[in-house]
């Protein structure tokens, strides 16, 4: 089954409130060895000017997750998880994520490109604190090898 190009366009249901917790946000600075002191210690992310501690730039990814679930899930995209790689990812902030934000995302599918019978399939998540206010643009492409691709490696 080829990745099915009505997918382009697609938007998908904003997905239910994230709470960032304190622990989450350093727990996930320690996993990507990010050791500034504001991702770990409230009062150095107070004395920058922030209400606790601030999420690595990455750590975006966890409510973006969730978004990409629901296309990974959606019956008719003809992809298939065991063909997909995550090739790029991009985060465009309008501000950083604080432990104490309430966030949603909502993805629309923004490109699809075949490339060799692959598919490169391009999607954004808005992400969103609980006041609806922009927060990052989580940009994330996903390759999708072809049938005859993965039948190549199996042989």
């Given amino acids: 089954?080829?990745?099915?190009?009505?997918?382009?366009?697609?938007?998908?249901p904003e997905t239910p409130?994230?709470?960032?917790?304190?622990?989450?946000v350093r727990e996930f600075a320690r996993a990507v060895f990010a050791d500034a002191p504001l991702h770990t210690e409230v009062d150095a992310a107070r004395a920058l000017g922030?209400?606790?501690?601030?999420?690595?730039?990455?750590?975006?990814?966890?409510?973006?997750?969730?978004?990409l679930?629901?296309?990974?899930?959606?019956?008719?995209?003809?992809?298939?998880?065991?063909r997909t790689?995550?090739?790029?990812?991009?985060?465009?902030?309008?501000?950083?994520?604080?432990a104490g934000d309430e966030l949603s995302a909502r993805l629309k599918v923004t490109g699809i490109r075949m490339m060799a019978g692959n598919a490169m399939i391009t999607s954004?998540?808005?992400?969103?604190?609980a006041a609806g206010a922009h927060v990052v643009t989580a940009t994330s492409v996903l390759?999708?090898?072809?049938?005859?691709a993965a039948g190549e490696e199996e042989a």
């Avoid at 089954?1 to 998908?12: K, S």
């Fill in 1 to 12: 089954m080829a990745v099915n190009n009505e997918l382009l366009g697609r938007e998908f």
């Fill in 17 to 24: 409130p994230y709470l960032v917790g304190r622990e989450k």
């Fill in 50 to 67: 922030y209400t606790d501690v601030v999420a690595p730039p990455t750590f975006a990814m966890v409510i973006q997750d969730q978004t």
């Fill in 69 to 82: 679930q629901q296309l990974l899930n959606e019956p008719d995209s003809g992809i298939v998880l065991a």
């Fill in 85 to 98: 790689i995550h090739a790029e990812q991009r985060f465009a902030y309008t501000r950083p994520i604080v």
């Fill in 124 to 129: 954004e998540a808005e992400i969103t604190d």
């Fill in 143 to 148: 390759l999708v090898a072809s049938d005859d």
